[in-house]
């Protein structure tokens, strides 16, 4: 049996993190094959460093059976290697055929036509059909997929590695797209399948490598193995209990969300009629998958993406006509997913940034205008709640490390008493230590009659830290049975959608 | 770091002393005429002061939608407009009514023209650049076609209005037979402080900064972007209808074809210089004016008045090198 790829002891570290440790990856000539894993867990890293964007610290790659060494992605690209990302590298201004040739022209001088020739060559051949000369801003999520693809067989890949190829794209879009990459396989092209979704793998799929941690867990046929086993081996198999066991009772509900439907980016549903209840002192999970429409219900709680249909009651009063800044007025506060992009201006001071949300707040505001000693009285205490380290109030926020602006921007949407709080990877770069304090700030909130609702990639923190976990799978929301309200194993399969 | 700058001013002096060579004078006496045109007598000063009138509050106009992260390009239409609205009601109402009605008017026509690009920029995502030009162009000729038709006093032969009665002019807080300073400048001093002070102590003017300096983290932080952005470009525009209304009540005392110099454009140049701060407006706006003054002293001395927008590009130039620096050193 010949192996298409062969890499031996990869290990990849950012700083202190360990990204990679010492991964093997077999994949034979012909297949597809998958990495499965949870976020961070080193799919993308490895897959990254296969194509040459990424030099391993330790390790050794064969391609094809000859020993390897890519200092850049042309390098790899020349060996027969491409990868599609997961967010398309088509830029929307120039032609479908402008984007299939770019950096691969063969030479200085343009052939449109022969170019034409050769592209619809390619894509008679996949059962592809493009007009060439259309923008490529007028494909659709499944179209530009189909050029990505086509990018890599005009770069003459025969090692091609997809990275959640069907993450947008509706199910008969993928089916169609599977279609191809077995056609491929059949050519004796070998594809990488970076995925979330069991499902896929256990369809379309020869083999499979399971990561977690930045290890290699194990690698398994698909014949020989199934959605629970693989689920298990992707969230870890121990069952550990969880920490947080004070008796919860819960009081009046704070926040009911039914049926609630939102348009994601590209216009596709990026949430389906969910609906849940969330009472006075409760924290409610939500696990699931990058893209599995958290995001969309976050925004739409917070009144910043506009509902299809569906409706929103917070503390007994519909929300679905008031502005984001009436719902913060009503007690909504949140933790943005994007401390750097959403939650601080960066070059504004801490003083300045302790008021952003609560600007019309008292003491923040009074009347129309600012209190500008209340305001630097409420930062130092948001500075101190989670031990946000910092030069001086009056210093900008860029002058803070990620971690400790994430403990100011948690802290100050805890402030001032909130009814609910909203909080996206609440956690995000902060150390265990860190992680705790917010959390354990959140619970006195609760404790205090707010409700929270926490969305997270890290399952283990979810189940450690929240009196309930759902997931979420492609748009939906899925309640586990109350016996097994808790179990990790139940949670990783609904959420992997292997039911 | 500092040595970088030094060099770049170095050589921008240098560039501006071999330009003046070309032009076959003495870059020390050119400098001397342009101090002594623009600073060297009372009526000098006067004469400068005058003309930093409009660079101050065009100047406020494009700074206040700076803050808001809007590039408003369409003061000087806006101003055009202002001026020409405001000479039209004030000759038609004589007397203190004129004068009011003449710059709520004039701001109120700035305003409206500001608008199309607010909107399209708020709900269209068009840029306020591209449509505040071309709003610029209408306004240019718009003003010249009915100054030179409907609004043209018949009387005269040049393409002008009637001039506003003297009752209607805004007031000098300090003349004599040389030296005359117009109210209008007390006028412009009191809207940057105003400007200054409503950025640091209201909400509003918070949340305007917000969406200026973070758009995503403003709209997570419960603010309107859009609603900012029709806010500002509304004020910013408004400001520059009351500089066209002021330069009519204050010292043109009527309307013609080719009436600002390009005011609104340097304005940009003014806002540019001063940053982050309303009250650094002031200083901007007097330094645009000494070099414009000064400037006009030294064409009659044989260099060309263009010397000066080399030296105002240059510190433009300069001033933006020194903020750029400050970003990629903090990054």
């Keep these: ?499 | 770091m500092i040595w970088r700058l030094v060099a770049m001013v170095a050589g921008a002096c240098a560039i501006l002393a071999g330009a003046i060579l070309v032009a076959h004078q003495s870059p020390i006496e050119s400098l001397t005429t342009l101090i002594h045109g623009s600073l060297g007598s009372p009526t000098a000063i006067a004469g400068t002061l005058r003309e930093s009138t409009p660079l101050l509050i065009c100047g406020l106009a494009v700074f206040i939608a700076l803050r808001a992260g809007l590039f408003n390009i369409g003061v000087e239409g806006q101003l055009l407009v202002g001026a020409c609205s405001c000479a039209v009601v004030a000759v038609r109402f004589p007397g203190p009514l004129g004068m009011v009605l003449g710059v709520l008017v004039g701001m109120v026509a700035g305003m409206v023209w500001a608008l199309p690009a607010a909107l399209i920029k708020a709900y269209r995502n068009g840029h306020e650049v591209i449509t505040t030009i071309m709003l610029n162009n209408v306004a240019l000729f718009l003003t010249s076609a009915l100054v030179s038709g409907p609004i043209k006093d018949k009387t005269q032969s040049d393409t002008a209005t009637s001039f506003v009665a003297q009752t209607t002019r805004l007031p000098f807080v300090y003349k004599t037979q040389t030296v005359e300073i117009n109210c209008a400048l007390v006028l412009g001093i009191v809207l940057a402080v105003a400007m200054a002070i409503w950025l640091k102590k209201t909400v509003a003017g918070y949340e305007l900064q917000a969406v200026g300096a973070n758009r995503v983290a403003a709209r997570f932080a419960g603010i309107s972007p859009q609603k900012v952005t029709v806010l500002a470009m509304s004020i910013s525009g408004a400001l520059g209808g009351l500089a066209g209304a002021v330069q009519i009540l204050a010292y043109e005392g009527r309307f013609y074809d080719g009436f600002s110099p390009g005011y609104g454009f340097d304005a940009l140049g003014v806002a540019l210089l001063a940053g982050g701060s309303a009250y650094a407006v002031l200083p901007s706006s007097l330094l645009f004016g000494i070099l414009s003054k000064g400037g006009t002293a030294l064409q009659i001395d044989g260099v060309p008045k263009g010397i000066t927008t080399v030296v105002l590009g240059l510190l433009i130039f300069i001033a933006a090198a020194i903020r750029y620096r400050k970003v990629t050193s903090d990054a």
């Excluded at chain 1, 400790?404 to 949407?413: K, L």
Aim: aromatic fraction near 4%.
């Design chain 1, 1 to 499: 049996m010949s192996f298409a790829v062969r890499m031996r002891g990869i290990t990849k570290r950012f700083g202190s993190v360990t990204a990679l440790d010492r991964v093997d990856l077999d994949v034979e000539q012909g297949i597809i094959h998958a990495i499965v894993g949870e976020n961070g867990a080193g799919k993308t890293t490895l897959m990254r460093v296969l194509y040459g964007a990424l030099n391993s610290d330790e390790g050794s790659l064969e391609v094809e059976g000859k020993p390897v060494k890519f200092g850049t992605s042309r390098e790899a690209i020349q060996a027969g290697v491409g990868m599609v990302s997961q967010h398309y590298g088509i830029i929307p201004e120039l032609t479908c055929l402008q984007n299939l040739i770019l950096g691969a022209e063969g030479g200085p001088i343009l052939r449109n036509r022969a170019a034409e020739e050769r592209a619809n060559a390619l894509a008679t051949k996949m059962g592809f059909e493009f007009d060439w000369q259309a923008d490529a801003s007028s494909l659709s999520p499944a179209g530009a997929q189909k050029l990505e693809i086509l990018k890599l067989l005009w770069r003459e890949a025969r090692v091609m590695i997809l990275d959640e190829p069907t993450a947008m794209l509706s199910p008969a879009d993928a089916g169609a797209l599977f279609e191809s990459l077995d056609s491929l396989a059949r050519d004796g092209a070998t594809i990488l399948l970076v995925t979330h979704r069991l499902p896929e793998v256990l369809e379309h799929c020869r083999t499979v490598t399971v990561l977690r941690a930045g290890k290699r867990i194990d690698e398994k046929a698909v014949a020989g193995t199934n959605g629970s086993e693989l689920a298990q081996l992707i969230v870890g198999g121990a069952l550990e209990a969880s920490t947080h066991t004070a008796p919860f009772r819960p009081g009046a509900p704070v926040l009911e969300v039914s049926n609630l439907s939102v348009k994601g980016d590209r216009g596709e549903m990026a949430l389906k009629g969910v609906g849940f209840q969330l009472r006075s002192g409760e924290i409610l999970g939500i696990a699931g998958v990058d893209g599995s429409g958290q995001r969309e219900l976050f925004e739409s709680i917070a009144g910043l993406t506009k509902t299809v249909e569906g409706s929103i009651v917070l503390e007994g009063k519909s929300v679905d006509a008031l502005s984001p800044s009436d719902r913060i007025a009503g007690g909504m506060r949140l933790i943005p997913e994007d401390r750097h992009a959403q939650g601080v201006v960066e070059e504004w001071s801490l003083n300045e940034n302790a008021a952003l949300g609560l600007q019309r707040l008292s003491p923040f505001a009074r009347g129309a205008t600012i209190d500008g000693s209340a305001r630097h009285e409420m930062a130092s205490k948001i500075a101190e709640r989670f031990d946000t380290k910092h030069g001086g109030l009056n210093l900008p926020m860029s002058s803070l490390s990620g971690g400790n602006q994430q403990r100011f921007v948690a802290a100050r949407s805890l402030c001032l008493d909130p009814r609910l709080v909203l909080a996206f990877q609440p956690a995000r770069g902060l150390d265990i230590k860190g992680t705790l304090s917010v959390y354990e700030g959140i619970r006195e909130v609760c404790r205090n009659g707010a409700a929270a609702l926490v969305v997270s990639f890290d399952l283990d923190e979810l189940l450690e830290q929240c009196d309930r976990v759902v997931a979420m799978n492609h748009g939906r929301m899925h309640e586990p049975p109350a016996d097994r309200s808790k179990d990790r194993d139940t949670i990783g399969r609904l959420m992997v959608g292997a039911e």
